[in-house]
């Protein structure tokens, strides 16, 4: 079977998250995708990170179809995430099976500053998302060949028309008391306004004023 793995905080799990794994699905000729929250992501600051717990079960309402599966085999490990661990847990499950991890253009060119980016490369075959620009193509290339040494056969590099979205947009709209369901969806919508996530101490007070000022 052909497996993508794809990594992320998802804090929150939004609609460009969805749009990019699906098509990447058939970009790539994936049969089944991995969705795999970090704990705490080795790049990034930690700050308004929501719970593992919450993570994983929002990721199970934005991944729901039968070729998803949410793993929580990160925020089960806990401490930094690094992509090699996890392969390497996965390489020990799915003997028989081929690894794709997905990400962006912009992961792609500080690929090389991965922990142990080499052994990554030969565990998996990286599918990279890019907006459908030549000279972004000719960038991504020019680095593969260059700094990480892959043939174009060693490398999916898949023009994905991007959904204008993030996951720091939705929280900032969150903090503000906005609807986010046309991002994230009605059911991840209600439940982060159900559980108080990513809500701040005034919050209550900025609905009210809302309600009050045009």
């Not at 998803?68 to 990160?74: A, L, N, Q, Y």
Request: glycine share 4%; aromatic share 10%.
């Amino acid at each position: 079977m052909r497996i993508g793995i794809f990594g992320g905080t998802f804090n929150p799990p939004h609609k460009g998250h969805k749009k990019l794994a699906l098509e990447m699905k058939n970009k790539a000729d994936l049969d089944s995708i991995l969705i795999i929250p970090t704990f705490t992501p080795p790049h990034k600051e930690g700050k308004d990170l929501a719970s593992g717990e919450h993570r994983i079960r929002m990721c199970e309402m934005m991944f729901a179809e039968e070729f998803f599966t949410v793993s929580d085999m990160e925020i089960n490990r806990q401490g930094k995430s690094f992509t090699y661990d996890t392969l390497l847990e996965l390489k020990r499950k799915f003997l028989d099976d081929e690894l794709f991890l997905i990400i962006g253009s912009d992961m792609l060119l500080s690929f090389h500053t991965w922990f142990r980016y080499e052994d990554i490369l030969s565990m998996v075959t990286l599918c990279v998302a890019t907006r459908e620009d030549k000279v972004a193509y000719d960038e991504l290339i020019t680095y593969s060949e260059k700094v990480l040494r892959l043939t174009e056969s060693e490398i999916i590099i898949a023009d994905i028309e991007p959904y204008e979205c993030s996951s720091t947009d939705v929280r900032n709209q969150l903090s503000l008391g906005s609807d986010v369901s046309i991002m994230t969806g009605r059911e991840i919508f209600d439940y982060v306004r159900l559980n108080l996530i990513y809500e701040s101490p005034f919050m209550e007070y900025k609905r009210l004023l809302r309600e009050k000022l045009d």
